[in-house]
């Protein structure tokens, strides 16, 4: 199939969740349900999913050997959304050797005594390698906007916090993705889209199975009753944030077959636009491997 039919197939799954401009963006206007009317058992997408797998390996192996590009992938949700079980199946067959995933937990010392954006910038992909922010920068106007009292750690001068801080910080959040691209990094941002009735179910079952106890947290709880804050929060992130060069993607994530779908396109038409070449080899280089070969055909 030639790459632009491709690069059209796959704009179908992603055109309809791709936010490139946030001045009149919403939440409410998508669906965390949404399937585009797809309708597939497990199997069938398990397939589909698997074929995509198959093509970002090879789309990766094509990145790392031309070591010019590299691709950043930003994953935020709210809890039980599915962020962890995305990433493991999308990438499922890339090589790990070309890809890092980058999960944020509470910040150090060492990363408080910093300006923000610090810990993040220092794990951003190098040249030929992806990337995978599981949680990110973003959190700097998420969680902590939630929750203000985690400001005074950072140890941020009085005077500089003031009314603005969070457009402050949205400012610079956008700066530094544009910064990024311009020096050839890919931004994908993915926010899976859960509704609050499919995290309680989620919350149930997780408390239901004993196989899942693990992964509750009671905290999870009490961070439901600042869901209206954070959707205000989140909305505000991405219409300041969107942009055509570092898209946010409102991937529907009630259906989980279909939030791998979305995201699996998104990536591989992402890396298809780049229309990836392997490095090609210079005369001097043909006549290093003419003459490599002749003496492996000599040696017995």
Request: overall charge neutral; hydrophobic content about 40%; glycine content about 4%.
């Amino acid at each position: 199939m030639p790459r632009q039919d491709i690069i059209d197939a796959l704009g179908k799954y992603t055109r309809p969740f791709r936010v490139t401009g946030g001045e009149d963006f919403q939440l409410k206007n998508f669906d965390p349900g949404d399937t585009l009317g797809l309708k597939m058992d497990k199997q069938e997408a398990a397939h589909l999913l698997e074929r995509g797998s198959e093509w970002l390996a090879m789309e990766q192996d094509i990145l790392y050997a031309q070591d010019s590009w590299s691709l950043l992938l930003v994953f935020q949700a709210m809890d039980a959304a599915g962020k962890d079980g995305t990433i493991k199946h999308v990438m499922s067959r890339v090589n790990p050797q070309g890809c890092d995933v980058v999960s944020f937990k509470q910040p150090s010392d060492e990363e408080l005594s910093h300006d923000f954006l610090w810990r993040y910038a220092t794990k951003v992909p190098e040249r030929g390698r992806i990337g995978i922010f599981n949680r990110s920068y973003y959190e700097e106007v998420l969680v902590v906007r939630v929750h203000q009292e985690l400001l005074k750690p950072q140890k941020i001068p009085p005077a500089l916090v003031g009314e603005r801080i969070w457009d402050e910080r949205l400012a610079d959040i956008a700066r530094f993705e544009d910064y990024l691209t311009r020096q050839g990094v890919v931004i994908l941002k993915f926010y899976l889209n859960l509704s609050y009735e499919k995290q309680k179910k989620r919350f149930l079952e997780r408390l239901d199975k004993p196989e899942k106890n693990w992964k509750f947290s009671a905290a999870d709880v009490h961070e439901r009753r600042h869901w209206g804050d954070y959707m205000k929060a989140y909305e505000e992130a991405i219409r300041a944030t969107a942009s055509r060069a570092a898209p946010w993607f409102i991937v529907p994530a009630d259906n989980k077959w279909f939030t791998r779908l979305v995201v699996a396109a998104a990536i591989v038409e992402a890396v298809e636009k780049l229309d990836l070449r392997y490095p090609g080899v210079t005369p001097e280089q043909r006549k290093e491997l003419a003459a490599a070969r002749e003496e492996l055909e000599r040696q017995k």
